[in-house]
């Protein structure tokens, strides 16, 4: 890190760029040469598509290589159901949905002539490899920071701020988002058929704020590592839980990925400008294409239809004006129906998803559930629930922008820091610590 | 002049170096972290684990008498220790072997298991770790004591502050616990958390001098040694040190400590293992503990081997 600060201007792409190779293959030691022949196909490919001035030529190319990284990408999410024949589990690529999808990005936009084809291999592959955003986005396009890419100054303000952002992150993935998985650990240990109905809400909308938190907190230490580096990348979440209505919420969460299926498919496809069934149509094909990316598992399917329904309703109903006008309702639906899809998110054993719906909705009978689990949970994961909802507000990210550069502000979050430090750390000691027997 | 002006934009760096430094070198500053931040470190279930049962009038020569039948799949593991007694022991029993006699200095002793029913615990001890919390708080015996907790190993058994007295706001030692009340029958299962340290031999040496010292506490209780249950096939070919390799031996050593007299051995692994060994995958979610709904097997199977003299 240090050595990144100290190399001329000139020379930090490739300094990044081999730290951010050594990174990946200490994850991954095989599949690094996946990502390397992927960087390498599309830097030329695109180079060519820049070049070439036939129009057929210039489709053939592109659709090629188009299909050689959806390919490899579908190859590896079915692979799942590919065992049986292939004999053996294969494992995903760390980050492969993420860079697949932004080194797409740079595909489609030079085809489409939105940007030149970037000239330097090295500054092609550090856009598509940076380490702090490989493994879980934000998915950046390469307009965003190609001019980071061709010179930066990193001043100490950057730096400063970027280790600021850093910690807020960290300590929201460390300290809330580990804390309340601990909650869906025990409930998963317990056997949802053995949980009350209370705790099977607790545990939705615990599950649903872990989720959030461990997302937000590495996108966060992405953006954070980011400016450290020189580089504005976007954000990716934009307080999702305070939506009115589904559609919103999605707007507000995972961002770069919304928008990445925004711009290249459902726009495409003519988005919402050619009367209601060709956008619903789109909608289907977006949604069903965002739960195939999260994952070739049929719960990712019941979840993603079952957003893309409510968001049809919200569409043909109209009730978006409704609803934003609304103070209480859309903020009650949105809370109501989002943990609910998370649990779909959560379970992949559609026996076991049932059984979770039947606790929550009462129509499977417990069997063992133990008195008052729910006020046990409560009083075990009160206090990481509280400020999990304090952070769905609109409050800490206020009174982060107000205190981060006064003295007490940044004496907090240095405690913050070394607190995140002992977590790890004791983790580190004993990885499944809170697997203990 | 601008140099100076940027200098402001280190002062978060230089916070959190001395804040490092303080937090390196106090080590008494780390534990009020590590205190804040995981308090629940002794306990993640967060479970105290414990609950003073009924003041035991000892039941349990009621209940049917009747042996349980040959059929009842734990049955023959069960008396694998009973060899190890020394003196002219006879084990008889058609089909199943069920019951046993011992005779030594003082004359024989004759016994054999029986069914009973949920108040044969109400005088019963649980000691243990989470497995036992899991069985206390999905059993539902809830007139029985169980002094169990998370990450509970024999060498802090008797140690650890771990049992709760109504009224009081600290928690006592089993030990403390253990000479105040007096039990009939204490159920012990505990040496999965202590295989990542030492080895099976410096594990039993320990193991050993707890259960002296539990008979010392409890000279009239019948001590339960109950076989550690394994873990997943899946679990158990993870590689790491919890593995039922290691189970098995450690439940080979803790089987000869059986004197049929007043320490019985009682393995429930073969009604909750399936044919690769492991704990059955559907009844597992961690590998390691049973779902709640499967909880009733082990109590059952408890409840089908409790010890009759005659």
Same mark, same amino acid.
């Given at each position: 890190?240090?050595?990144?600060?100290?190399?001329?201007?000139?020379?930090?792409?490739?300094?990044?760029?081999?730290?951010?190779?050594?990174?990946?293959?200490?994850?991954?030691?095989?599949?690094?040469?996946?990502?390397?022949?992927?960087?390498?196909?599309?830097?030329?490919?695109?180079?060519?598509?820049?070049?070439?001035?036939?129009?057929?030529?210039?489709?053939?190319?592109?659709?090629?290589?188009?299909?050689?990284?959806?390919?490899?990408?579908?190859?590896?999410?079915?692979?799942?159901?590919?065992?049986?024949? $292939?004999?053996?589990?294969?494992?995903?690529?760390?980050?492969?949905?993420?860079?697949?999808?932004?080194?797409?990005?740079?595909?489609?936009?030079?085809?489409?002539?939105?940007?030149?084809?970037?000239?330097?291999?090295? +500054?092609?592959?550090?856009?598509?490899?940076? =380490?702090?955003?490989? +493994?879980?986005?934000?998915?950046?396009?390469? +307009?965003?920071?190609?001019?980071?890419?061709?010179?930066?100054?990193?001043?100490?303000?950057?730096?400063?701020?970027?280790?600021?952002?850093?910690?807020?992150?960290?300590?929201?993935?460390?300290?809330?988002?580990?804390?309340?998985?601990?909650?869906?650990?025990?409930?998963?240990?317990?056997? =949802?058929?053995?949980?009350?109905?209370?705790?099977?809400?607790?545990?939705?909308?615990?599950?649903?704020?872990?989720?959030?938190?461990?997302?937000?907190?590495?996108?966060?230490?992405?953006?954070?590592?980011?400016? $450290?580096?020189?580089?504005?990348?976007?954000?990716?979440?934009?307080?999702?839980?305070?939506?009115?209505?589904?559609?919103?919420?999605?707007?507000?969460?995972?961002?770069?990925?919304?928008?990445?299926?925004?711009?290249?498919?459902?726009?495409?496809?003519?988005?919402?400008?050619?009367?209601?069934?060709?956008?619903?149509?789109?909608?289907?094909?977006?949604?069903?294409?965002?739960?195939?990316?999260?994952?070739?598992?049929?719960?990712?399917?019941?979840?993603?239809?079952?957003?893309?329904?409510?968001?049809?309703?919200?569409?043909? $109903?109209?009730?978006?004006?409704?609803?934003?006008?609304?103070?209480?309702?859309?903020?009650?639906?949105? %809370?109501?129906?989002?943990?609910?899809?998370?649990?779909?998110?959560?379970?992949?054993?559609?026996?076991?998803?049932?059984?979770?719906?039947?606790?929550?909705?009462?129509?499977?009978?417990?069997?063992?559930?133990?008195?008052?689990?729910?006020?046990?949970?409560?009083?075990?994961?009160?206090?990481?629930? %509280?400020?999990?909802?304090?952070?769905?507000?609109?409050?800490?990210?206020?009174? =982060?922008?107000?205190?981060?550069?006064?003295?007490?502000? $940044?004496?907090?979050?240095?405690?913050?820091?070394?607190?995140?430090?002992?977590?790890?750390?004791?983790?580190?000691?004993?990885?499944?610590?809170?697997?203990?027997? | 002049?601008?140099?100076?002006?940027?200098?402001?934009?280190?002062?978060?760096?230089?916070?959190?170096?001395?804040?490092?430094?303080?937090?390196?070198?106090?080590?008494?500053?780390?534990?009020?972290?590590?205190?804040?931040?995981?308090?629940?470190?002794?306990? !993640?279930?967060?479970? !105290?684990?414990?609950?003073?049962?009924?003041?035991?009038?000892?039941?349990?020569?009621?209940?049917?008498?009747?042996?349980?039948?040959?059929?009842?799949?734990?049955?023959?593991?069960?008396?694998?220790?009973?060899?190890?007694?020394?003196? &002219? @022991?006879?084990?008889?029993?058609?089909?199943?072997?069920?019951?046993?006699?011992?005779?030594?200095? #003082?004359?024989?002793?004759?016994?054999?298991?029986?069914?009973?029913?949920?108040?044969?615990?109400?005088?019963?001890?649980?000691?243990?770790?989470?497995?036992?919390?899991?069985?206390?708080?999905?059993?539902?015996?809830?007139?029985?004591?169980?002094?169990?907790?998370? &990450?509970?190993?024999?060498?802090?058994?008797?140690?650890? !502050?771990?049992?709760?007295? !109504?009224?009081?706001?600290?928690?006592?030692?089993?030990?403390?616990?253990?000479?105040?009340?007096?039990?009939?029958?204490?159920?012990?299962?505990?040496?999965?958390?202590?295989? &990542?340290?030492?080895?099976?031999?410096?594990?039993?040496?320990?193991?050993?001098?707890?259960?002296?010292?539990?008979?010392?506490?409890?000279? @009239?209780?019948?001590?339960?040694?109950?076989?550690?249950?394994?873990?997943?096939?899946?679990?158990?070919?993870?590689? #790491?040190?919890?593995?039922?390799?290691?189970? @098995?031996?450690?439940?080979?050593?803790?089987?000869?400590?059986?004197?049929?007299?007043?320490?019985?051995?009682?393995?429930?692994?073969?009604?909750?293992?399936?044919?690769? &060994?492991?704990?059955?995958?559907?009844?597992?979610?961690?590998?390691?503990?049973?779902?709640?709904?499967?909880?009733?097997?082990?109590?059952?199977?408890?409840?089908?081997?409790?010890?009759?003299?005659?």
């Amino acid at each position: 890190m240090l050595g990144y600060y100290l190399t001329p201007a000139k020379a930090k792409n490739f300094v990044l760029l081999a730290g951010s190779l050594v990174f990946y293959t200490c994850g991954e030691p095989w599949y690094v040469l996946l990502l390397v022949m992927s960087v390498l196909l599309n830097f030329y490919s695109a180079k060519m598509i820049d070049r070439i001035k036939v129009q057929g030529d210039r489709r053939a190319v592109f659709l090629m290589t188009l299909f050689v990284d959806v390919g490899i990408l579908a190859f590896f999410k079915l692979s799942p159901f590919m065992q049986k024949w $292939m004999g053996g589990e294969i494992a995903l690529p760390l980050g492969i949905s993420f860079y697949t999808f932004q080194i797409l990005s740079y595909l489609i936009d030079v085809y489409r002539r939105e940007i030149p084809a970037e000239k330097s291999l090295i +500054s092609f592959a550090t856009y598509a490899v940076m =380490f702090p955003q490989i +493994s879980s986005g934000p998915i950046v396009y390469y +307009s965003e920071i190609s001019g980071a890419l061709h010179g930066r100054r990193v001043t100490l303000k950057d730096l400063d701020s970027g280790l600021k952002t850093f910690v807020y992150g960290l300590g929201m993935k460390i300290l809330v988002a580990d804390r309340l998985a601990i909650l869906w650990h025990e409930l998963q240990t317990t056997g =949802f058929v053995s949980i009350s109905t209370p705790l099977a809400w607790l545990g939705a909308f615990s599950y649903s704020m872990q989720l959030y938190f461990d997302f937000y907190g590495y996108s966060l230490m992405a953006v954070g590592l980011g400016r $450290m580096l020189g580089f504005k990348l976007p954000q990716n979440f934009n307080m999702p839980y305070m939506a009115k209505s589904i559609r919103e919420f999605y707007r507000r969460w995972h961002m770069t990925l919304g928008r990445w299926f925004q711009k290249y498919i459902y726009i495409p496809l003519g988005g919402s400008r050619r009367g209601l069934a060709v956008t619903l149509r789109n909608l289907l094909i977006v949604w069903l294409l965002t739960s195939f990316w999260h994952g070739a598992g049929a719960h990712f399917f019941f979840w993603g239809l079952g957003l893309c329904l409510f968001i049809m309703l919200e569409r043909i $109903m109209d009730m978006g004006g409704v609803l934003s006008r609304s103070k209480v309702f859309g903020h009650l639906y949105v %809370l109501f129906v989002v943990p609910l899809t998370w649990v779909c998110f959560a379970i992949p054993d559609l026996g076991d998803l049932r059984t979770y719906f039947g606790r929550l909705f009462g129509f499977v009978a417990g069997v063992n559930v133990k008195a008052g689990d729910f006020l046990q949970a409560l009083q075990n994961y009160g206090l990481y629930l %509280l400020v999990g909802v304090l952070l769905c507000t609109p409050l800490p990210k206020k009174l =982060f922008e107000r205190f981060k550069n006064n003295f007490f502000g $940044m004496v907090i979050l240095a405690i913050l820091f070394w607190m995140c430090v002992d977590r790890i750390y004791s983790a580190g000691n004993n990885p499944f610590m809170y697997l203990r027997f | 002049m601008k140099a100076f002006k940027n200098l402001k934009y280190t002062v978060f760096i230089f916070i959190l170096v001395l804040t490092g430094i303080v937090y390196y070198e106090r080590q008494d500053i780390r534990d009020a972290i590590g205190g804040f931040l995981h308090p629940e470190t002794e306990n !993640p279930g967060g479970n !105290p684990g414990m609950v003073s049962g009924g003041d035991g009038s000892g039941s349990a020569s009621e209940g049917n008498a009747a042996v349980s039948g040959g059929d009842a799949p734990g049955g023959n593991a069960s008396i694998s220790g009973g060899d190890s007694v020394s003196g &002219g @022991d006879s084990i008889s029993g058609g089909d199943g072997v069920l019951t046993g006699s011992v005779s030594g200095g #003082d004359g024989t002793v004759h016994w054999r298991y029986q069914t009973v029913d949920e108040s044969y615990f109400d005088d019963a001890v649980f000691i243990g770790d989470s497995r036992t919390v899991g069985l206390y708080d999905y059993a539902g015996l809830s007139n029985t004591t169980f002094y169990a907790s998370t &990450g509970l190993t024999v060498y802090k058994v008797f140690s650890a !502050p771990i049992v709760s007295v !109504p009224g009081q706001k600290n928690k006592i030692t089993v030990e403390e616990a253990l000479s105040e009340h007096q039990f009939k029958k204490i159920y012990f299962m505990i040496g999965i958390n202590e295989m &990542g340290t030492g080895t099976v031999d410096t594990f039993m040496e320990k193991y050993k001098e707890v259960v002296a010292h539990l008979q010392e506490l409890q000279p @009239d209780a019948i001590i339960y040694l109950q076989a550690i249950m394994r873990v997943s096939t899946e679990r158990s070919n993870k590689g #790491d040190y919890i593995n039922n390799p290691g189970i @098995d031996a450690r439940n080979a050593e803790i089987a000869k400590l059986a004197d049929n007299k007043k320490i019985f051995y009682l393995d429930v692994n073969p009604l909750v293992c399936d044919d690769t &060994g492991g704990l059955i995958k559907e009844d597992t979610f961690d590998g390691v503990h049973l779902k709640a709904a499967y909880i009733d097997i082990w109590k059952q199977f408890l409840m089908d081997h409790a010890i009759e003299f005659y």
